[in-house]
């Protein structure tokens, strides 16, 4: 399965470090090329030796070793390997790679590497808890590492709490996904945008729809996976940002605007998979206006502009279109009168599809007119068949350049 990749396994002073032996184990019965990096303190729990002997390589364990190749050592290794995973990653070992310290090999190897770094945190439940090391992975997270969150139980020390090395078969599938995924839009810059706009009628009031921000959210983090640099420009949702992604936090359809009009500047592919307001209040009150003032009698609409229908920029346009009747004619007509090179219907009449949940059922229609039915699917799936697209159309454009 994970037939001559090479993967970097950095291993840090725990206690359960015993745990890593298994899992260069494990990784090289499926046929990966292993290369083990050891700290200093590492090699106080474990030897060198524990893991040559399941991996059949060499240990990496000091700077200053003499090296096997004539090449600068902690550069070699960081390039040639397709993912570095650290587990258990130690307290320290986490502040070093945040701070950007570089005093060993293995932090060394990860300030070099561009490769997807994944972090297993392993130890004491206040030293995890605490502010410092929380910091610490927030910052790392949002730089774009993957961090497995460290699992609940009695922990080597003797407190009970969260600090345990996750299990490996967890730790085991976040590397087979990883490697998995293609890395087809390296090199692209998308432009997706998520959740609804909010247009303000005073300040303490709305016009806004239900739209929860899942869907972009999910192209968003399957993008970055497949290696693009993705712009991601939000309306208010209750999601975190996905790490390695630039989020953009807007409120209303006209900021939405200006922030899409200057992402697409220079961008390969725009998603528009917002639930933009068609109306916004001509006027917002300066103060909340008050049940006598009798709203309905001056509360006037105007049109939002059709953002994506403005987008003149050379970038492949994605829309969605979310319909409780004629979905299919809609979706169709819209390709046409908004310029896009394909676009994404679904039914919002179904509850176990569309708004404010995991699943989203969708048909991809394009230019052409040909369509694909999806079925019921998770919206991060969604989001790799939409991105399937993208890059098979991106592709056909180089070729036409
Ligand atoms: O016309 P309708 O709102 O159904 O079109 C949906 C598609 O158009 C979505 O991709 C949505 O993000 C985009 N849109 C837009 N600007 C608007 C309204 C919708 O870009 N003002």
């Not at 994970?2 to 499926?30: H, N, P």
């Not at 050891?38 to 893991?51: E, I």
């Not at 921000?213 to 949702?237: C, N, T």
């Not at 919206?379 to 056909?396: F, M, N, P, Q, S």
Request: charged share 20%.
């Amino acid at each position: 399965m994970l037939g001559q990749k090479v993967l970097l396994l950095g291993v840090t002073g725990s206690i359960a470090i015993y745990k890593a032996v298994d899992l260069a184990s494990k990784l090289t019965q499926r046929g990966a090329l292993v290369d083990v990096v050891m700290t200093q303190s590492a090699t106080r729990f474990v030897t060198p030796l524990s893991f040559r002997s399941v991996t059949h390589r060499q240990v990496y364990k000091d700077m200053w070793d003499e090296p096997v190749e004539l090449e600068i050592e902690h550069i070699s290794l960081a390039e040639r390997a397709n993912m570095v995973v650290i587990a258990p990653a130690t307290a320290n070992m986490i502040a070093k790679l945040a701070t950007g310290i570089a005093d060993d090999l293995l932090s060394c190897i990860v300030l070099a590497t561009k490769a997807p770094v994944l972090l297993a945190p392993a130890m004491n439940v206040n030293m995890y808890e605490n502010h410092v090391t929380q910091d610490n992975l927030a910052k790392l997270r949002a730089r774009g590492f993957k961090i497995i969150e460290p699992g609940t139980g009695i922990l080597a020390c003797g407190a009970t709490g969260a600090g345990r090395l996750a299990d490996m078969e967890q730790i085991m599938a976040t590397i087979v996904e990883t490697l998995e995924t293609p890395q087809d839009l390296t090199g692209q810059h998308i432009v997706i945008t998520a959740g609804g706009t909010q247009e303000p009628i005073d300040p303490v009031r709305h016009i806004s729809n239900r739209s929860s921000g899942k869907m972009g959210y999910a192209l968003a983090q399957a993008a970055r996976d497949r290696g693009a640099e993705v712009s991601l420009i939000s309306g208010p949702v209750n999601l975190p940002g996905p790490a390695g992604v630039r989020v953009l936090c807007v409120q209303t359809a006209l900021q939405m605007k200006d922030a899409v009009m200057q992402a697409v500047r220079n961008a390969d592919a725009l998603i528009m998979a917002a639930a933009v307001a068609d109306y916004r209040p001509a006027e917002a009150a300066a103060s909340k206006i008050k049940k006598e003032d009798q709203a309905e009698k001056f509360l006037h609409l105007v049109r939002n502009p059709d953002i994506i229908s403005e987008v003149k920029e050379e970038v492949l346009k994605v829309g969605f279109a979310a319909e409780s009747e004629d979905l299919l004619e809609n979706a169709i007509s819209k390709i046409q009168s908004k310029g896009l090179d394909f676009i994404v219907a679904n039914d919002i009449t179904s509850n176990d599809s569309g708004f404010d949940v995991d699943n989203n059922r969708v048909t991809l229609i394009d230019r052409q007119g040909s369509r694909e039915d999806l079925p019921l699917m998770s919206k991060l799936d969604v989001a790799h068949r939409i991105l399937d697209r993208v890059v098979a159309l991106l592709a056909t454009r180089e070729l036409g350049n």
